[in-house]
């Protein structure tokens, strides 16, 4: 499989997890796109972007479980945050309940609009190492107040690489009457997703990382009864439109002018290259190599893993536990020394090194990465 992607041959990718890599099939349906757009802009734009948008999420929803028409594409989960974000009117004290394993830019996000409203956001800390599920929701839970009205939770965290029990937390915040925001940016192409049984009110993923589609293509779902009260980010063409088509949210939401959606019409490409190499069994291989590794990469760090070893918590990624004062240090060391491209994370005081899989890798690149490991405790001080 390596060869049907475009990455740099000299570079061991172990960092699929940031922003993807895309096959060379789906790149040239990225181009086929382009090109029909730069050859007549405005017929692509004025009248066959509807119709190639319908046929893009008519693939799409039924790879994720949902109505077509309840989701449209953002370029990225930060802006389909910023979207719900700006439209739900919390007033000050009011509470959105979160964990202290959430995106960075989320946090940001938050932290804005909390600074605007005087509302909270509670960074709930779900403690390492994770034991059981049950853990995780009763450490969660404890964190709701009469305050509470809204719970915004990842699926798949992205610095610890952990799954997240996000049907567990949907069902009992609805016997509550709150609002649920799901983010998840890894989870598409990645584990299981139907987005009607998880019920959630609102929920953004990529395509751009594990569905393999080229950069910026990612959706924001809202649930039917929520779709009237969100406001588009940018107000465009589709605002109280002339010639209106029977779905405001659609309308608000979806027409923005002049922007290249090229990205956003190669989901069909993309789901048919996942079925036609049989992406069950190879993410399945993926996550084998993920479990095979990670106790012994910690052994080799004087670490322990931060969860159990199981699929119930871990997917084609892991978060190793690292000792080091110089996080920024050992990843350009890791890439210019031993062309290794791998992140090197801090959520609060814990550091880890990240290892994100897919069919491109092998045990032959882990192995790279553990004598590299070995070679840096042994010439610098970089690791403790």
């Known amino acids: 499989m390596k060869s049907q992607f475009l990455l ?21 349906n990225y181009q086929h796109w382009q090109l029909e757009l730069e050859k007549e802009p405005v017929q692509f734009i004025t009248k066959k ?5 319908k046929q893009s999420k008519t693939a799409l929803a039924k790879y994720i479980g949902c109505d077509a028409e309840d989701f449209f594409f953002t370029p990225n989960p930060t802006i389909a945050i910023n979207t719900i974000m700006r439209s739900l009117h919390l007033q000050a004290g009011d509470e959105i309940l979160s964990t202290n394993h959430e995106y960075g830019a989320m946090d940001k996000t938050w932290n804005f609009y909390c600074k605007k409203t005087g509302a909270k956001y509670i960074r709930q800390n779900i403690s390492l190492p994770i034991v059981s599920k049950e853990q995780i929701l009763k450490e969660f839970w404890s964190g709701y107040t009469s305050k509470t009205k809204v719970i915004f939770i990842n699926q798949l965290s992205s610095c610890t690489a952990l799954i ?17 925001i799901v983010d998840g940016a890894h989870v598409p192409g990645h584990i299981d997703l139907n987005i009607e049984e998880l019920n959630p009110d609102f929920y953004t993923g ?7 589609t080229p950069k910026g293509c990612s959706f924001l779902y809202v649930k039917k009864e929520f779709q009237n ?4 980010l940018v107000v465009s063409w589709g605002y109280e439109s002339e010639i209106p088509n029977g779905n405001q949210f659609l309308e608000y939401h979806e027409y923005q002018g002049t922007r290249d959606i090229s990205a956003f019409l190669t989901a069909p490409t993309a789901i048919q290259f996942l079925n036609d190499n049989n992406w069950k069994e190879k993410s399945a291989q993926c996550r084998k190599l993920i479990l095979d590794n990670y106790e012994s990469f910690c052994d080799l760090l004087n670490t322990k893993p931060i969860c159990p070893v199981t699929e119930e918590f871990l997917g084609q990624m892991c978060s190793i536990p690292i000792q080091t004062e110089s996080l920024v240090e050992l990843k350009e060391l890791l890439y210019n020394k031993y062309k290794i491209e791998i992140p ?22 882990l192995d790279k990465l553990r004598m590299a490991i070995i070679d840096i405790k042994a010439t610098t001080d970089l690791l403790k």
């Not at 972007?49 to 948008?53: A, C, H």
């Not at 937390?169 to 009457?177: N, P, S, T, V, Y």
């Not at 990529?206 to 393999?212: D, E, F, R, S, V």
Request: aromatic letters at 10%; proline letters at 5%.
């Open 8 to 28: 740099n041959s000299e570079i061991t990718y172990l960092n699929h997890g940031s922003f993807g890599a895309c096959p060379k099939p789906i790149f040239e």
């Open 49 to 53: 972007s509807n119709d190639y948008l």
């Open 164 to 180: 997240f029990p996000v049907k567990e937390i949907c069902d009992k915040a609805k016997e509550l009457g709150l609002i649920t």
């Open 206 to 212: 990529t395509l751009h990382k594990w569905m393999l």
């Open 229 to 232: 009260t969100i406001d588009p």
């Open 344 to 365: 090197v994370m801090k959520i609060e005081d814990k550091i880890f090194l990240r290892i994100s899989i897919n069919v491109y890798n092998s045990q032959e690149d």
